[in-house]
T-cell receptor, first 115, second 110 residues
Framework: EPEVTQTPSHQVTQMGQEVILRCVPI?????FYWYRQILGQKVEFLVS????????KSEIFDDQFSVERPDGSNFTLKIRSTKLEDSAMYFC?????????????FGPGTRLTVL | DAKTTQPNSMESNEEEPVHLPCNHS???????IHWYRQLPSQGPEYVIH???SNVNNRMASLAIAEDRKSSTLILHRATLRDAAVYYC???????????FGKGTSLLVTP
């Protein structure tokens, strides 16, 4: 069964450093998402991406964040200058509304630790 | 966004049915009712969704009240693997973000 993959599984970085989290969505999907979950808290939406542009973003997704689909398979989330409060699990998801259900399929997540 | 209300936690015995309730009194006519779950240390996983009629799939059943102001996710025979946080989410259209609440933490005991 197709699945969303994410790399790395765990990223440790120093405050102020740039990080890039990578995702490979399911190949025929058209919508791509990033969510995050701070330890012990709820899953929070960051951004959705469709047709090579951001279609929706939350208040969390400020100028420190950016997303890109650099080729036909990868979808990346960049945090320009990490803060301690960026420590969280980051989940990528993808969906294909054309099938009618528009189920979002989530990856296993990347645990980001900012020191 | 229309909001949902779920109990913080529920407990079930293994191999018994589980009924997870969700209230959504401010649901609009175009909102779909989605259920996702999150197993420990994993990403969320789709369970089921519906609009007006009851729905069944291999994982669960979804019973939707006639006035659509509440719904119930039914796990017909809970297993230990079903221990997870279950989220009831209203979603107006395709391609929109999922607005996760705190969900219901389901504990399944042998």
């Amino acid at each position: 069964e197709p699945e969303v993959t994410q790399t790395p599984s765990h990223q440790v970085t120093q405050m102020g450093q740039e990080v890039i989290l990578r995702c490979v969505p399911i190949s025929n999907h058209l919508y791509f998402y990033w969510y995050r979950q701070i330890l012990g808290q709820k899953v929070e939406f960051l951004v959705s991406f469709y047709n090579n542009e951001i279609s929706e973003k939350s208040e969390i997704f400020d100028d420190q964040f950016s997303v890109e689909r650099p080729d036909g398979s990868n979808f990346t989330l960049k945090i320009r200058s990490t803060k301690l409060e960026d420590s969280a699990m980051y989940f990528c998801a993808s969906s294909d509304p054309s099938g009618g259900t528009d189920t979002q399929y989530f990856g296993p997540g990347t645990r980001l630790t900012v020191l | 966004d229309a909001k949902t209300t779920q109990p913080n936690s529920m407990e079930s015995n293994e191999e018994e049915p589980v009924h997870l309730p969700c209230n959504h009194s401010t649901i609009s006519g175009t909102d779909y009712i989605h259920w996702y779950r999150q197993l420990p240390s994993q990403g969320p996983e789709y369970v089921i969704h519906g609009l007006t009629s009851n729905v069944n799939n291999r994982m669960a059943s979804l019973a939707i009240a006639e006035d659509r102001k509440s719904s119930t996710l039914i796990l017909h025979r809970a297993t230990l693997r079903d221990a997870a946080v279950y989220y009831c989410i209203l979603r107006p259209h395709s391609g929109y973000a999922l607005n996760f609440g705190k969900g219901t933490s389901l504990l399944v005991t042998p």
